[in-house]
């Protein structure tokens, strides 16, 4: 892409090579298009056969030429290019260009990143806090990652231990939830032992069926290769060799939580998981998610991620459906106010 400079505008131009049909750039009916020019409301962007054009402030056009740069990277793995990921890109650059994002990792890296594949889908992280979340669990022995629901932490938590169990770095899987939402202790839960566990941990299981052939699933767990349990089952064990999730960990208590990390053995990796906002523990008692922060802060090969609400990756039209309903709430409309937002 050359550039030239007017005193108020530049104007960038940047070929797409023949190979990558433009369509693949612009998307069906240039809806990719529409996303970039509704990003950039005051640049011109132009497309002539397979040229395309922008001219504009002259930041703001070369952060144009930035972005195409980066499709065409992420086009290049012959991976596509949507909606969701051009806005994703666009903000990255934008935090890159204030300098409030990292500058050491481009959009192509971010989206490129693949952790598993299963059945066409590749799980890969979105955002870049989600790569640095995927990253120091490749680093690190013991990740907390903390943040609100939706933003892929236990998912891609999921997605790394079962990368890690097929590559044989570890030769089990123990995904534990501690069991408080039911509000009632196991033992008077009707059913047998598969279907009182079921649902609390029901979530989990739905994610393994994303990331592994769903047959194999109950072979894996009769051999013990899988173990999904209640967190109560994880007293007095030593877990060697092992990838251990806790999930939910803000509805354990600090000595559930001091009880679940010395089970750490030789050659695991723990991950927990956890939302401080959304504590279900009974009125008074502490989380021992909150506690932990304060007290391994600083800890040698332990790792906390934060994920934001800007994290969260969900279908665009539950975005759009939030969006909508925010601005009915703060709508002229409204003669009576509501103090109470919960997002």
Do not use: C
Request: glycine share 8%.
């Amino acid at each position: 892409m050359t550039q030239t400079t007017h005193p108020e505008t530049a104007t960038a131009r940047f070929t797409v090579p023949a190979k990558h049909p433009m369509v693949t750039v612009l998307g069906s009916g240039d809806s990719l298009l529409r996303v970039i020019e509704k990003s950039f409301p005051e640049t011109d962007i132009h497309v002539r056969g397979n040229e395309i054009s922008a001219t504009g402030e002259p930041a703001e056009v070369a952060l144009v030429q930035r972005l195409f740069d980066e499709m065409m990277l992420v086009l290049r793995t012959g991976q596509p290019m949507t909606e969701d990921a051009v806005e994703r890109s666009i903000a990255m650059l934008r935090n890159q260009q204030n300098g409030t994002g990292a500058t050491d990792e481009t959009p192509a890296e971010v989206l490129t990143q693949n952790i598993l594949s299963n059945r066409g889908r590749t799980i890969r992280p979105k955002t870049l806090n989600q790569k640095r979340y995927v990253d120091a669990i490749d680093k690190h022995t013991v990740v907390f990652g903390i943040g609100p629901a939706g933003t892929g932490k236990t998912y891609l938590a999921m997605a790394k231990a079962v990368q890690a169990l097929q590559s044989k770095q570890v030769n089990r899987i123990i995904l534990t939830r501690p069991a408080v939402e039911a509000g009632e202790r196991l033992g008077f839960l009707p059913g047998t032992l598969y279907e009182k566990i079921d649902p609390y941990l029901r979530p989990l299981y739905d994610a393994l069926h994303d990331m592994l052939d769903p047959d194999s699933i109950p072979r894996l767990m009769a051999a013990g290769t899988i173990e999904v349990a209640p967190l109560a089952y994880m007293r007095g064990r030593t877990l060697n060799d092992a990838f251990i999730i806790l999930d939910e960990a803000q509805n354990t208590n600090p000595e559930q939580m001091k009880m679940f990390l010395t089970r750490l053995g030789f050659e695991s990796k723990i991950v927990i998981t956890g939302d401080v906002t959304q504590i279900d523990l009974p009125g008074g008692t502490k989380s021992g998610l909150r506690q932990v922060q304060q007290i391994l802060d600083g800890v040698e090969d332990v790792h906390f991620s934060q994920l934001t609400s800007t994290d969260v990756v969900r279908h665009k039209l539950v975005g759009r459906i939030v969006d909508a309903y925010e601005r009915y709430d703060n709508g002229p409309s409204q003669e009576v106010s509501h103090p109470h937002h919960v997002h």
